[in-house]
C-alpha cells in the first residue's frame, strides 16, 4: 500500500515554516519543495534530515519528476510569491507553456487551478490551506479587546462589499476606505506595497479591509494578514481592520492580536 506522502511546496515567508513545522509535530511523512528566486532557502536549509529540492517554479515537467521519484501522494502549496518579481524572473518548459496555453486567463487563481489541475491529473491531490490551518483561520467578531461602534460598523460593511467586488474581479484582496469612499485598492504589488503607497492618500479615520472574494479556492488561495502588514497599518494611522470570517489566515495570530491591542488597533472578523 502506497504510503500518505506530502510534498511542501514553500515559497516565501512565515507560513512555510508553520507548514513545515506542523507536518514535523504530526509526524507526517514530507519533503520539501523550493522555488529559486522565490523562497527563502537560508530558512528551509535548516530542516538537515527533510529532502529539500531546489527547481524553478515554471518547470512543471521537473517537478512532477521529483514527486514520482519520492512517491508523493499529494502537495501543500503555501508562502508568498510576489507576482511582480516572479514576472521579471520566471522560465518555463515545454511543460507549462502548454498548460499555459489551455488557461482563461492569467490571474492568480487561474494560474493555481491549473497547477492543481496538472497533478491532480496524475493522482496528486492538493491539501486543502484552511483545513490544514484551521486554528489560524480569522473567526467571526472582534479578536481586539477594543471595538467600533454601530456607526463604523455601517462604514465597514459597505467596504467589506466593495472589497468583495474589487476580488472578484482578481485584482486585488485588500482595500482602504475613509468615509464610503475607496481610498486605495491592492493590484499587482500586494498588500504591505499598496499600505506604503497609500501613506500620503490618507483621510481622517481610514480603515483596512482584507477578503478573499468569491471563487477563491480555499485549498491553495487563502489571503494572509499578518504582523508585518499590522505594523505598517498603526504606521499609517490606521486602526480599525476588518478580515473576511472564515477565509483569511492569520499566520502569527498571537502576535498580531497582542501588537494591535497594545497600540489600541481594532480587529474585526466580518
Same mark, same amino acid.
Given at each position: 500500500? $502506497?504510503?500518505?506522502?506530502?510534498?511542501?511546496?514553500?515559497?516565501?515567508?512565515?507560513?512555510?515554516?508553520?507548514?513545515?513545522?506542523?507536518?514535523?509535530?504530526? !509526524?507526517?511523512?514530507?519533503?520539501?519543495?523550493?522555488?529559486?528566486?522565490?523562497?527563502?532557502?537560508?530558512?528551509?536549509?535548516?530542516?538537515?534530515?527533510?529532502?529539500?529540492?531546489?527547481?524553478?517554479?515554471? @518547470?512543471?515537467?521537473?517537478?512532477?519528476?521529483?514527486?514520482?521519484?519520492?512517491?508523493?501522494? +499529494?502537495?501543500?502549496?503555501?508562502?508568498?510569491?510576489?507576482?511582480?518579481?516572479?514576472?521579471?524572473?520566471?522560465?518555463?518548459?515545454?511543460?507549462?507553456?502548454?498548460?499555459?496555453?489551455?488557461?482563461?486567463? @492569467?490571474?492568480?487563481?487561474?494560474?493555481?487551478?491549473? %497547477?492543481?489541475?496538472?497533478?491532480? /491529473? !496524475?493522482? %496528486?491531490?492538493?491539501?486543502?490551506?484552511?483545513? @490544514?490551518?484551521?486554528?489560524?483561520?480569522?473567526? $467571526?467578531?472582534?479578536?481586539?479587546?477594543?471595538?467600533?461602534?454601530?456607526?463604523?460598523?455601517?462604514?465597514?460593511?459597505?467596504? @467589506?462589499?466593495?472589497?468583495?467586488?474589487?476580488? +472578484?474581479?482578481?485584482?486585488?484582496?485588500?482595500?482602504?476606505?475613509?468615509?464610503?469612499?475607496?481610498?486605495?485598492?491592492?493590484?499587482? /504589488?500586494?498588500?504591505? !506595497?499598496?499600505?506604503?503607497?497609500?501613506?500620503?492618500?490618507?483621510? !481622517?479615520?481610514?480603515?483596512?479591509?482584507?477578503? *478573499?472574494?468569491?471563487?477563491?479556492?480555499?485549498?491553495?488561495?487563502?489571503?494572509?494578514?499578518?504582523?508585518?502588514?499590522?505594523?505598517?497599518?498603526?504606521?499609517?494611522?490606521?486602526?480599525?481592520?476588518?478580515? /473576511? *470570517?472564515?477565509?483569511?489566515?492569520?499566520?502569527?495570530?498571537?502576535?498580531?492580536?497582542?501588537?494591535?491591542?497594545?497600540?489600541?488597533?481594532?480587529?474585526?472578523?466580518?
Amino acid at each position: 500500500m $502506497k504510503k500518505n506522502k506530502l510534498a511542501i511546496f514553500a515559497a516565501a515567508g512565515n507560513l512555510t515554516i508553520l507548514a513545515i513545522e506542523k507536518a514535523l509535530k504530526m !509526524k507526517k511523512e514530507f519533503i520539501i519543495v523550493g522555488f529559486k528566486n522565490i523562497s527563502e532557502f537560508q530558512r528551509l536549509e535548516k530542516y538537515k534530515n527533510i529532502n529539500l529540492y531546489k527547481i524553478q517554479i515554471g @518547470y512543471l515537467k521537473g517537478i512532477l519528476k521529483i514527486l514520482k521519484k519520492e512517491d508523493v501522494t +499529494s502537495i501543500l502549496l503555501v508562502g508568498k510569491i510576489e507576482k511582480v518579481n516572479l514576472l521579471k524572473a520566471i522560465k518555463f518548459d515545454l511543460t507549462t507553456l502548454r498548460l499555459f496555453l489551455k488557461l482563461k486567463d @492569467y490571474s492568480d487563481s487561474s494560474l493555481l487551478q491549473g %497547477i492543481v489541475d496538472f497533478f491532480g /491529473e !496524475k493522482g %496528486i491531490g492538493c491539501l486543502s490551506q484552511k483545513e @490544514y490551518f484551521s486554528e489560524l483561520i480569522t473567526p $467571526k467578531g472582534f479578536l481586539t479587546q477594543k471595538r467600533f461602534g454601530k456607526k463604523d460598523l455601517e462604514n465597514l460593511k459597505w467596504g @467589506y462589499e466593495k472589497a468583495q467586488a474589487i476580488a +472578484s474581479l482578481n485584482i486585488g484582496q485588500s482595500i482602504i476606505i475613509g468615509n464610503k469612499v475607496v481610498v486605495s485598492v491592492e493590484g499587482i /504589488e500586494g498588500t504591505d !506595497k499598496m499600505i506604503s503607497r497609500s501613506f500620503n492618500l490618507v483621510l !481622517k479615520d481610514n480603515s483596512f479591509i482584507k477578503v *478573499a472574494g468569491k471563487g477563491h479556492n480555499p485549498k491553495y488561495d487563502l489571503p494572509a494578514f499578518g504582523l508585518s502588514t499590522v505594523r505598517l497599518l498603526y504606521k499609517a494611522h490606521i486602526r480599525k481592520i476588518v478580515l /473576511e *470570517a472564515g477565509m483569511v489566515m492569520i499566520p502569527q495570530m498571537e502576535e498580531v492580536i497582542q501588537f494591535a491591542n497594545k497600540q489600541k488597533m481594532m480587529i474585526y472578523g466580518l
